[in-house]
C-alpha cells in the first residue's frame, strides 16, 4: 500500500495539534466512552470536556500547557533551595 505524497507538505506541519474538524483529538477519548456506554453521565462528561478544551484553546492553553500552569500555581512562589532529599 502506497501512500499519496503531498508535495506541499512541510516538516512544520508535525508539530500541529491533532484534529477532527474543528475539535482537539484530545476531546475524543470522553467522546468514545459516552459513544459505547450511552447515560446523561457520560454524554455530559463529554460535551463538558469538549466545551473545556475548547475554551482553554480559546485562551491559548493545550492540555499539556495548562497541566504545567495549574501544577506551578499550586507550587506558589516560593522555591526552597535545599532539595527535598537533604
Known amino acids: 500500500m502506497v501512500m499519496n505524497y503531498n508535495p506541499d507538505a ?3 506541519d508535525t508539530a ?4 477532527l ?5 484530545r476531546a475524543l ?7 459505547f456506554h450511552i447515560t446523561y453521565t457520560t454524554v455530559a462528561f463529554a460535551i463538558l470536556s469538549v466545551i473545556l478544551l475548547q475554551i482553554m484553546e480559546y485562551y491559548g492553553f493545550t492540555m499539556p500547557v495548562f497541566l504545567r500552569y495549574a501544577r506551578s500555581q499550586a507550587a506558589g512562589k516560593r522555591r526552597t533551595a535545599t532539595p527535598w532529599w537533604m
Open 29 to 35: 477519548p470522553p467522546l468514545l466512552v459516552a459513544m
Open 21 to 25: 474538524w474543528i475539535f482537539n483529538a
Open 16 to 19: 500541529r495539534q491533532p484534529r
Open 10 to 12: 512541510s516538516w512544520r
